[in-house]
């Protein structure tokens, strides 16, 4: 019996040492797959207890486990949407049929579907990007508008971002008057073009006029073709604290609401964002809303998985936000063909969100996260698990010859 339990153990350590030489060719094998995550084979004793002083041989177990939760490395590439995950999380896909999955593997291209007539960000395995619209909605794959003309956006919010005005600038010998259309001067004026809902442009002016010591004016009009300036109200007047070089009152500034644009109903607001008064050169960074009529040309993806149209005119619209998933415990999904996953009750259900927020790694645009394989790591277990099958190859023989020998002695 002791020598058909060390042939029965030889062959159980022929099945392990096997199982992980399998699971070594699939690592090397995948090494350039993008987002593969490696296979691991560990090992574990089988104890019989036979009792006395008889030695029971037992045999050994192999259980294979995979290293999901491993990121792999991060290389740049040329496509914008190629795309990789920096942290946790899992990008939402689905299959033609709409059977959902969860991938790391985010070499996505622009594909055609003629039946849908629509274009979809699919990756090698054929499964498709998923998200949300900007602005609300369900989630759903992600629809690009390529070769179409993005529809207009009236404007109605007008940012300064920052607006520096400098304490050098001397005050006026006596207060300046109000601002007259006819006569728009001011120490500083910057512009911003706005759209209406058909996508028409008017440029909208700020001037900065100087009233006194730590203390500004902010106007805002338009002016036609014909020369005619026209005020929009939203008149205010920003006082600093010349300790600090910051707004003193109101703190927070604004936001203001100017008045409909000659011929439009659309009203603007004004937000303002980072206002001082330091010794330094006048700064005006005047951003908004809303885009023309334009054709898309390209597209991009922020580090919030934001997905960008760039548009002929040079405004980017934003069209979608990636969905992103986590699991409690990433290492027991269920790897499936295509390098893509499915929970089990191991890996618990996923939890949705965006990337950046609530635990949820970054996204970061023209860039692949590599497989997590180490290619010297893996040659060497397969010099182990060689010998390892050698050896109980050798015990499994000299277990054969001496049941032969055990067997000639009837004879």
Same mark, same amino acid.
Request: glycine letters at 10%; hydrophobic letters at 35%; charged letters at 20%.
């Given at each position: 019996?002791?020598?058909?339990?060390?042939?029965?153990?030889?062959?159980?350590?022929?099945?392990?040492?096997?199982?992980? #030489?399998?699971?070594?060719?699939?690592?090397?094998?995948?090494?350039?797959?993008?987002?593969?995550?490696?296979?691991?084979?560990?090992?574990?004793?089988?104890?019989?207890?036979?009792?006395?002083?008889?030695? %029971?041989?037992?045999?050994?177990?192999?259980?294979?486990?995979? /290293?999901?939760?491993?990121?792999?490395?991060?290389?740049?590439?040329?496509?914008?949407?190629?795309?990789?995950?920096?942290?946790?999380?899992?990008?939402?896909?689905?299959?033609?049929?709409?059977?959902?999955?969860?991938?790391?593997?985010?070499?996505?291209?622009?594909?055609?579907?003629?039946?849908?007539?629509?274009?979809?960000?699919? /990756?090698?395995?054929?499964?498709? #990007?998923?998200?949300?619209?900007?602005?609300?909605?369900?989630?759903?794959?992600?629809?690009?508008?390529?070769?179409?003309?993005?529809?207009?956006?009236?404007?109605?919010?007008?940012? *300064?971002?920052?607006?520096?005005?400098?304490?050098?600038?001397?005050?006026?010998?006596?207060?300046?008057?109000?601002?007259?259309?006819?006569?728009?001067?001011?120490?500083?004026?910057?512009?911003?073009?706005?759209?209406?809902?058909?996508?028409?442009?008017?440029?909208?002016?700020?001037?900065?006029?100087?009233?006194?010591?730590?203390?500004?004016? *902010?106007?805002?009009?338009?002016?036609?073709?014909?020369?005619?300036?026209?005020? *929009?109200?939203?008149?205010?007047?920003?006082?600093?604290?010349?300790?600090?070089?910051?707004?003193?009152?109101? /703190?927070?500034?604004?936001?203001?609401t100017l008045d409909a644009l000659p011929g439009r109903t659309e009203q603007i607001d004004v937000k303002f964002g980072n206002v001082t008064e330091y010794d330094a050169k006048y700064l005006a960074d005047a951003q908004r809303n809303g885009n023309p009529a334009s054709p898309v040309t390209d597209f991009r993806?922020?580090?919030?998985?934001?997905? %960008?149209?760039? #548009?002929?005119?040079?405004?980017?619209?934003?069209?979608?936000?990636?969905?992103?998933?986590?699991?409690?415990?990433?290492?027991?999904?269920?790897?499936?063909?295509?390098?893509?996953?499915?929970?089990?009750?191991?890996?618990?259900?996923?939890?949705?969100?965006?990337?950046?927020?609530?635990?949820?790694?970054?996204?970061?645009?023209?860039?692949?996260?590599?497989?997590?394989?180490?290619?010297?790591?893996?040659?060497?277990?397969?010099?182990?698990?060689?010998?390892?099958?050698?050896? /109980?190859?050798?015990?499994?023989?000299?277990?054969?010859?001496?049941?032969?020998?055990?067997?000639?002695?009837?004879?």
């Amino acid at each position: 019996m002791s020598i058909n339990g060390a042939l029965r153990t030889s062959v159980s350590g022929m099945n392990a040492q096997g199982n992980r #030489l399998s699971a070594v060719s699939d690592n090397i094998a995948n090494q350039s797959t993008t987002g593969y995550k490696k296979a691991d084979v560990e090992f574990s004793t089988l104890v019989l207890d036979g009792g006395g002083t008889d030695y %029971s041989s037992g045999s050994v177990m192999s259980q294979t486990r995979r /290293n999901i939760s491993a990121q792999g490395a991060i290389v740049g590439t040329s496509s914008a949407t190629d795309i990789a995950i920096q942290g946790n999380g899992f990008f939402v896909v689905q299959d033609p049929n709409g059977g959902q999955a969860y991938t790391r593997a985010g070499a996505f291209v622009q594909r055609y579907d003629a039946n849908a007539q629509a274009t979809y960000l699919v /990756n090698s395995a054929g499964y498709r #990007l998923t998200g949300q619209p900007v602005g609300g909605g369900a989630v759903e794959t992600i629809n690009l508008p390529v070769g179409k003309i993005m529809e207009p956006k009236a404007t109605d919010t007008i940012s *300064l971002e920052n607006l520096q005005l400098p304490v050098s600038q001397p005050k006026p010998a006596a207060a300046p008057a109000a601002f007259d259309p006819a006569n728009p001067t001011s120490d500083y004026k910057t512009s911003v073009t706005v759209f209406d809902a058909v996508g028409t442009p008017t440029v909208v002016d700020v001037y900065a006029t100087k009233m006194d010591d730590n203390q500004w004016r *902010l106007d805002f009009a338009t002016t036609a073709a014909d020369g005619t300036t026209t005020q *929009l109200g939203g008149t205010t007047t920003v006082t600093f604290d010349s300790d600090t070089g910051k707004v003193d009152t109101p /703190n927070p500034l604004g936001p203001i609401t100017l008045d409909a644009l000659p011929g439009r109903t659309e009203q603007i607001d004004v937000k303002f964002g980072n206002v001082t008064e330091y010794d330094a050169k006048y700064l005006a960074d005047a951003q908004r809303n809303g885009n023309p009529a334009s054709p898309v040309t390209d597209f991009r993806v922020g580090s919030d998985g934001t997905i %960008s149209a760039i #548009l002929e005119s040079g405004d980017t619209v934003d069209i979608y936000r990636a969905q992103m998933a986590k699991f409690k415990s990433a290492d027991q999904l269920e790897t499936m063909t295509g390098n893509v996953f499915r929970p089990t009750k191991s890996s618990g259900e996923p939890q949705f969100g965006f990337a950046g927020e609530n635990g949820f790694g970054t996204t970061q645009s023209g860039a692949l996260e590599q497989s997590n394989v180490d290619l010297a790591t893996e040659l060497t277990f397969m010099i182990e698990s060689q010998r390892g099958y050698s050896a /109980n190859s050798k015990s499994f023989q000299t277990g054969a010859e001496m049941l032969d020998v055990l067997i000639n002695l009837k004879r």
